[in-house]
């Protein structure tokens, strides 16, 4: 199983960053798919949540109505679109897979919020 992240970085305020997570060694589409972020001396947090089949999505109550997470099964790809961002919103972000009752997580991707 393998998870890699890309698209963080340094954006402004306000701005918009869209994350995406590659998959590969499993059969994506029968797996539900998250994002969690963690901050510096911060516990790890789940930010959103899709379905195998995308029909169905989370979010931490924070990012309602900023955050999208999408997938697309035919390219084994998942993505967090972030919108009005903020300096809260400063973490790691990492991708993740429940497979087999094992917990897998991709290296992580730096966003940073900052004017």
């Known amino acids: 199983v393998q998870l890699v992240e890309s698209g963080g970085g340094l954006v402004q305020p306000g701005g918009s960053l869209r994350l995406s997570c590659a998959a590969s060694?499993?059969?994506?589409?029968?797996?539900?798919m998250r994002w969690y972020r963690q901050a510096p001396g911060k516990e790890r947090e789940l930010v959103s949540s899709i379905t195998s089949t995308g029909d169905s999505t989370n979010y931490k109550d924070s990012m309602k109505g900023r955050f999208t997470i999408s997938r697309d099964n035919g390219k084994n790809m998942v993505y967090l679109q972030m919108n009005s961002l903020k300096p809260e919103d400063t973490a790691v972000y990492y991708c993740?897979?429940?497979?087999?009752?094992?917990?897998?997580w991709g290296q992580g991707t730096q966003v940073t919020v900052s004017s």
């Open positions: 993740n897979a429940i497979i087999g009752g094992f917990n897998y």
């Open positions: 060694g499993f059969t994506f589409s029968r797996n539900g």
